[in-house]
Every structure is written in C-alpha cells, then in structure tokens.
C-alpha cells in the first residue's frame, strides 16, 4: 500500500517541484484571473450604461412619443448583469472572499482542520463540476431547440448562456487550485494562511 502511494505521489512532487510547471501556471492563473475580472467590470458597466441611456430614452419618449424607447436594451442589460455575476464569483474564489465561517474548524487540531478544509475544497469542486456540466448541457439543449433572444431575434440564446459553463469551469478550476495549494501547506498554518488571505485580498486590490 505504502509503495502504491508513493507511486502515485510521484507526478504530483515533479510538477510541484517543476519550476517550468509551475511557470504555466502562474502563467494560466493571470490569464484565467483577468478573464474573470475584465469581463465583470465590463458586464457591470455596459450593464448600468445601457439601462442609463434607456431610461432617459423613455423619459424623452414621454415628451416626444415617436422616439420611443430602445426595445432591447433590457434583456441585454439582463444579460449583461448575468455575465458580470457569474465571472465575478469566479473571480471570488480567487480572491477568497465567498463567505465562510473559520470559528469552528480553528478549535480542531491541525491536522484536522488541514482534512476539513480540504474536504471543503473537494465538495467544492464536485459541486461546480456538476454545474459546470448541468450548464453545459443547458445550452446545448438551446442550441438543439433553436431557441433565439426574444429581443434580438438573430441572437441565438445559448450564446448569452454561454457564460454559465464558462464561469463553472474558472470556478471549478480555482476550486481545486485551493486542494492543491492546502495539500502542500503544512497542518499548523492552513487556517491561518486561509484567513490572512481573506483580510489582505479584501484590502489590496491587484
């Protein structure tokens, strides 16, 4: 048993030990971190600027009637929120600020709290996994359909669903990034270093 661990050991200790494997994903963790991040700044903004332009138009459209409003502009905006949401929570299991609660598992000796907090990570990531694939499978489904936007008639619907999958997937990959780091920190310092990360990352911004 203990030779089969060892073996199975193996290639984690060369890719934790690999300075090129580790480059790559460093290198994966910015690209996949500004995706996220660029993508709910920009779903907020166009959010918020969209509906800013169609409630004036609106407005104006009570004092001048053949303006009318832009017949679009909510479900885009609808959209656009969607996309910012969910990249942005992707983005929080980053950052570590999705709320959890440390109280309990502080009391326990290390090494239990190292167990639980990777159990943690683990349902985590079974759990976006499954959503990842559940919301997969939602926009094939609207794909098959032929189901368009109700306000863009030449928009396919799984087009703006599309951020479903796309943010499970950063989530679960962030989620077992979190296994892989709590693996090779040592007992005494996980939910120390859990809870350093929450303060620093909820101040200093990157």
């Not at 060892?6 to 790559?24: G, R, T, Y």
């Not at 994966?28 to 709910?40: C, F, P, Q, R, S």
């Not at 959209?79 to 609660?101: E, P, Q, T």
């Not at 290390?110 to 959503?131: D, E, Q, R, W, Y």
Request: some cysteine; hydrophobic content about 50%.
């Amino acid at each position: 048993m203990r030779g089969l661990l060892l073996m199975i050991q193996k290639p984690f200790l060369w890719a934790h030990k690999d300075p090129s494997v580790n480059k790559m994903f460093a290198i994966l963790d910015k690209i996949i971190a500004g995706i996220n991040k660029n993508v709910a700044v920009v779903g907020m903004a166009l959010g918020i600027l969209i509906t800013a332009i169609n409630v004036s138009m609106r407005y104006i459209a009570g004092f001048y009637p053949e303006i009318g409003s832009l017949t679009w502009a909510e479900e885009v905006a609808r959209y656009c929120f969607l996309w910012s949401a969910f990249f942005g929570a992707a983005y929080g299991f980053r950052k570590g600020v999705h709320i959890s609660v440390t109280m309990l598992v502080e009391k326990f000796p290390p090494a239990l709290a190292k167990t639980c907090v990777i159990l943690t990570h683990i349902l985590n990531s079974v759990f976006l996994g499954f959503m990842f694939y559940a919301s997969l499978m939602v926009c094939y489904l609207n794909y098959e359909m032929g189901y368009m936007s109700e306000a863009l008639h030449e928009v396919p619907l799984w087009v703006f669903l599309m951020c479903l999958p796309i943010a499970f997937l950063g989530a679960t990959y962030r989620s077992v990034e979190k296994i892989y780091e709590v693996s090779w920190t040592d007992a005494d310092k996980v939910v120390k270093n859990a809870e350093e990360e929450m303060i620093h990352d909820s101040v200093v911004k990157d």
